[in-house]
C-alpha cells in the first residue's frame, strides 16, 4: 500500500513568486490536512480538508489557500512568497473519525531567496 | 494556553536502554486522540504510536508504548531497548474533538541514542 506523497520534495523559488505543492493521501483516505514547520514556530497547522471541503483552517495569511480534488488529492497555493515562508510543509492524511491514525508524507521543503 | 507540552528539549540513552519522552496535554474535549511521531533528520514525519481517549488499555507497538494517565493528562512514550537509529526528533500531537483531523503538536524532545 502506498504512502502520502508529496511532490516536489525540494523548491526553491523568488520573493515575489507563488509556488503550488502537491500532496496524495494513502488509497482509500478522504481527509488532508497540511502544517508548516520552521525552527522558530514549529509545526503549525494550515489548513484540513475532507470530502473537497475545507473543514478547518489555521491562522494564517490568505496567500495561503488549498483545496482538494475529487480523488481526494490535495494541494496547496502559496502566492507572493516572503522570505519567511521558507518551510518544510507536510502533509498528512487520514481515513477521518474517531480512532484514526493520521500519516505524513515526506514534506516538501521550500526555500524563497 | 499551551494545549501539548514537552518539556524536554533533549534526551540522551544509552543503546538497549530505555527512555521515557514525557508529553501532557490539556483539553475540555473528552473525545480526543494522541500520537507520537518520530522525524529524523531527512524531514519524514514517521507515525509511531496512537491512543484513543476512550481507549483503556495503553496502546503498544514494538519497541514503543504510550503510558497514558487520563487523569494527569500525559502521555509519555516509553522506547524499550533503544537503537542508534532511534535518534531524531520525537513529537506529541493531539486530535482534538470527533469532527477533525487537525493535529496540535508539541516542541519535540530530541532523542540521542550513545552506543
Known amino acids: 500500500k502506498a504512502g502520502v506523497t508529496q511532490t516536489p520534495r525540494y523548491l526553491i523559488k523568488t520573493r515575489g513568486q507563488q509556488v503550488t505543492l502537491s500532496c496524495s493521501p494513502i488509497s482509500g483516505h478522504r481527509s488532508v490536512s497540511w502544517y508548516q514547520q520552521t525552527p522558530g514556530q514549529g509545526l503549525q497547522f494550515l489548513f484540513e480538508?475532507?470530502?473537497?471541503?475545507?473543514?478547518n483552517k489555521g491562522n494564517f495569511p490568505g496567500r495561503f489557500s488549498g483545496r482538494q480534488f475529487s480523488n481526494s488529492r490535495s494541494e496547496m497555493n502559496v502566492s507572493t512568497l516572503e522570505l519567511g515562508d521558507s518551510a518544510l510543509y507536510l502533509c498528512a492524511s487520514s481515513l477521518t473519525g474517531e480512532n484514526t491514525e493520521a500519516f505524513f508524507g515526506q514534506g516538501t521543503r521550500l526555500t524563497v531567496v | 494556553a499551551q494545549k501539548i507540552t514537552q518539556t524536554q528539549p533533549g534526551m540522551f540513552v544509552q543503546e538497549k536502554e530505555a527512555v521515557t519522552l514525557d508529553c501532557t496535554y490539556d483539553?475540555?474535549?473528552?473525545?480526543?486522540?494522541l500520537f507520537w511521531y518520530k522525524q529524523p533528520s531527512s524531514g519524514e514525519m514517521i507515525f509511531l504510536i496512537y491512543?484513543?481517549?476512550?481507549?483503556?488499555q495503553n496502546a503498544t507497538e514494538g519497541r514503543y508504548s504510550l503510558n497514558f494517565q487520563k487523569a494527569r493528562k500525559s502521555a509519555n512514550l516509553v522506547i524499550s531497548a533503544s537503537q542508534l537509529g532511534d535518534s531524531a526528533m520525537y513529537f506529541c500531537a493531539m486530535r482534538e474533538g470527533r469532527f477533525t483531523d487537525k493535529l496540535i503538536f508539541g516542541t519535540g524532545t530530541r532523542l540521542q541514542v550513545f552506543p
Open positions: 483539553t475540555s474535549d473528552p473525545s480526543y486522540g
Open positions: 480538508y475532507f470530502s473537497e471541503t475545507q473543514r
Open positions: 491512543q484513543g481517549s476512550y481507549d483503556q
